[in-house]
């Protein structure tokens, strides 16, 4: 019973300081028992690790490392990222249809600290690239996905026309004034990631998120909290 009793308290104590809205409005779970207790509620909301989730797929976290628009290390250094049940199911799919031609997909950034962002915010405050504070991202909830198309024989990155993180007009989903190599790869990845529900972000031919992303809580959780929680 004293176990229990203790339990129920230190719970009760972490929902109610969940429950305090950010400088902003929002609420953000930083506590990785809260977490637990809504997937026990709702299963849809587990994160899941794509490296287990789906094999084969391949990783390029630009955020692990110094090589994205930061220039620093974002991320402690990780070998997976996550996804909640939804994406990394209709991602599964994804890699699925596009095995069967000969090609995979390379994942740049999947879930993102809210504390990532907050500091992404003060570098590019443009929020055609860089999700505001304000209002959250994608990445957040565990609902966005970077990535791009690989061929399978050779690993190889197909032409997309810009690199990852590419802030100009030329990596929009809408640039046409590309050779007609890379709007078919672009169109290959677009089409593919449409059918199984994502929506193409306008300004970053990389980045699809779920239609009903705002449905998950912000998260501002460790990659080493996740891996706890994923056992």
């Given at each position: ?15 109610a ?21 809504e ?27 110094p ?105 929009h989903q ?51 909290e ?6």
């Amino acid at each position: 019973m004293t176990f229990s009793w203790v339990f129920f308290c230190t719970y009760n104590n972490a929902v109610a300081q969940s429950k305090v809205s950010n400088k902003y409005g929002l609420l953000v779970i930083k506590d990785i028992n809260i977490l637990q207790k809504e997937t026990e509620l709702n299963p849809g909301k587990r994160m899941i690790d794509l490296r287990r989730f789906i094999p084969g797929i391949v990783f390029d976290l630009k955020y692990a490392t110094p090589d994205n628009f930061m220039h620093e290390r974002l991320y402690p250094p990780i070998k997976t990222t996550y996804l909640r049940l939804p994406a990394a199911t209709a991602l599964k799919k994804v890699a699925a249809e596009l095995d069967r031609l000969n090609l995979g997909i390379k994942i740049f950034d999947a879930y993102r600290p809210y504390s990532v962002t907050e500091k992404m915010w003060k570098v590019v405050k443009d929020d055609r690239y860089a999700a505001d504070p304000a209002t959250g991202s994608g990445h957040n909830r565990g609902a966005s996905v970077d990535l791009t198309i690989i061929d399978l024989k050779t690993k190889k990155e197909l032409p997309m026309g810009t690199g990852f993180d590419n802030f100009t007009d030329t990596a929009h989903q809408g640039f046409t004034g590309l050779p007609k190599e890379i709007l078919k790869n672009r169109n290959v990845l677009k089409s593919v990631m449409e059918k199984y529900g994502f929506i193409a972000l306008k300004t970053e031919w990389w980045h699809f998120y779920l239609a009903d992303s705002a449905n998950y809580e912000l998260l501002d959780l460790s990659f080493a909290e996740l891996k706890k929680l994923d056992r």
